[in-house]
């Protein structure tokens, strides 16, 4: 909460300060960071939703911008102590091309690092993806796994290659001199698959469940381990991490950190049960009512389908091979370093979480109820 006896005077910048993750992290840092100044939110397409924040005691400057023009990000950042990075192109499903993923993965956060350097701002704060390990394209299990578990790091697909290609460079980036003669201090967090108010994917499965009479069908075996971890948290990462890098940059610059918190280890299907179970979905089936060689098959031809139709519509269904095998493959995390390191413990209990994201799921329109 906001401390009174603290001084406003740090300008953070947020970039994709208005995606599903950037809006929290946005209005947490509003929430839990006493010495804000100014919060410049930076993204592609701004949100209405940031009109009602300019009223506080902070000043929020909306910035319409593009991450892969380095002039539009230098003038955003130019004059702000901290930025968070979170923009990027999620797209697992084939609705971009590999060329822009990376033009707005690597491009946008090399844009951004440069625009750190040229302008002075010290602290870089990463949103890099539990993707950066794994799956990899081997489908070897990642079991509870920690920042220093050995685990065969290799992609294929242009959105995990990307995010691990931008993770190195804000990495790499720790210790350059920037304007002003001292060491840009950077760290990069990694995510496991995020859930809360504002997911689109529980959205869609949400709207799957009401198309098919309030029923889901069981894809994945429920053995299949899934990390997940509560929006809230991980904006709360983003925020201690923020603050802490400016204070104990000898330990955390150049680390990466996985977010975690107490959400339960399930299987990507039944883990969402969690929030649509209570809102009128059930998972018909204790097991797969498709085989696993026909759901390949059929990935695999909405592969092809994607591709022939790419001339005339844009075919991206949520079934592809590379979505199978991803919630076909554990992995689930079990670290404390964000602990050790800066001292993160989780803002939002499981209950909590929970709760929020029911909420959130009973709250759209036409619940099941
Ligand atoms: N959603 C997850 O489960 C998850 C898990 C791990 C990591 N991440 C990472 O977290 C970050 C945020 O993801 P999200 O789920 O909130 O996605 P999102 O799509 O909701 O948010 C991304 C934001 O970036 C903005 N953006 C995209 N291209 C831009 C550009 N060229 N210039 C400026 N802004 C641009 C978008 O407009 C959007 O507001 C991403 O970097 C993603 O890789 C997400
Ligand atoms: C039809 C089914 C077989 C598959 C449906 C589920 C599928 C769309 C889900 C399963 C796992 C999900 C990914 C996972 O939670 C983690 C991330 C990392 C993050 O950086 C971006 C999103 C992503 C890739 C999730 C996308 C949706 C996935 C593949």
Not at 55 to 83: L, S
């Amino acid at each position: 909460m906001a401390d009174s006896t603290e001084v406003r005077e740090l300008v953070y910048l947020v970039t994709g300060g208005c995606g599903f993750l950037g809006e929290h992290v946005v209005r947490m840092l509003l929430q839990r960071e006493p010495r804000l100044l100014e919060l410049r939110v930076f993204d592609l397409h701004l949100g209405a939703w940031l009109e009602e924040l300019k009223t506080g005691p902070v000043q929020v400057t909306a910035i319409q911008g593009d991450v892969t023009q380095a002039h539009e990000v230098a003038a955003a950042v130019a004059g702000a102590h901290v930025v968070i990075h979170t923009a990027g192109l999620v797209d697992v499903f084939g609705r971009a091309s590999p060329e822009t993923i990376y033009e707005v993965n690597v491009q946008g956060t090399k844009n951004v690092i440069e625009a750190c350097v040229q302008t002075g701002t010290r602290f870089l704060v990463y949103t890099s993806s539990m993707e950066v390990v794994g799956p990899n394209i081997k489908g070897h299990h990642f079991y509870r796994g920690n920042e220093d578990t050995p685990y065969e790091a290799v992609h294929r697909h242009p959105y995990p290659c990307s995010k691990a290609q931008a993770e190195r460079l804000v990495l790499e980036a720790n210790g350059r001199k920037v304007h002003g003669g001292l060491p840009l201090v950077t760290c990069a967090l990694r995510p496991t698959g995020i859930y809360g108010e504002g997911h689109q994917i529980m959205r869609d499965f949400y709207h799957q469940g009401l198309r098919l009479g309030g029923r889901l069908f069981r894809t994945i075996p429920a053995s299949v381990e899934h990390g997940r971890v509560y929006v809230g948290n991980v904006a709360w990462m983003h925020v201690l991490v923020a603050r802490e890098l400016q204070q104990r940059a000898a330990l955390m610059g150049g680390q990466v950190y996985f977010c975690y918190d107490q959400s339960p280890y399930k299987s990507y299907e039944d883990f969402n049960m969690e929030f649509l179970g209570p809102c009128g979905l059930r998972l018909v089936e204790t097991r797969p009512l498709v085989p696993y060689w026909l759901l390949m098959l059929l990935a695999a031809l909405n592969a092809l389908l994607q591709w022939l139709l790419r001339p005339l519509l844009l075919y991206a269904p949520l079934l592809n091979p590379y979505t199978l095998a991803v919630a076909n493959t554990a992995f689930t995390v079990n670290t404390d370093k964000a602990r050790r390191h800066f001292g993160y413990e989780p803002l939002f209990s499981w209950e909590d979480s929970r709760t929020r994201t029911i909420r959130w799921v009973q709250a759209m329109e036409g619940s099941a109820r």
